[in-house]
């Protein structure tokens, strides 16, 4: 089964995330409350906690959750494999995929403290169809 183990949000673009217990998805909104929650087709982002654990071995240290700006951690999903427009259901809500990596900044905040950026290949980008509350622990499942 496909969860959510963490959701992140941060108040700045570019920053590292902090953990928060469940979270607002708003239609065509994003995260309430995250600084990308306005932000065209990529209202929401995530990644999976397969990838830190890929660069926690390689790097020998733990890395939060949050660290890559992601605003849903997952666990148990390949989200780079999906294609665009693709529709997730997240807990009650319905989010559709529009983007799958992007271009990390090498002077961005959290390719410095990290050492290295998981969102360039397996990062995604969504923007949320339909909202609700999402929760740590709710399930995550493709729509077909």
Known sequence: MAEIISINTSERKGTIKHKIKSGMLCKDGGLKGDAHAKDGH????????????????ALGEKIPFGSFAENITTHGIELHTLRIGTKLRVGECVIEITQIG???????????????????????????????????????????
């Open 42 to 57: 990529r209202q929401l982002s995530l990644l999976a906690a397969e990838n830190f654990y890929e660069l926690e071995e």
């Open 102 to 144: 992007k271009k990390c900044h090498s002077d961005c905040e959290i390719k410095k403290k990290v050492g290295k950026c998981a969102m360039p290949q397996k990062g995604v980008f969504a923007r949320v169809r339909t909202g609700g509350e999402i929760t740590i622990g709710d399930e995550i499942t493709v729509i077909k």
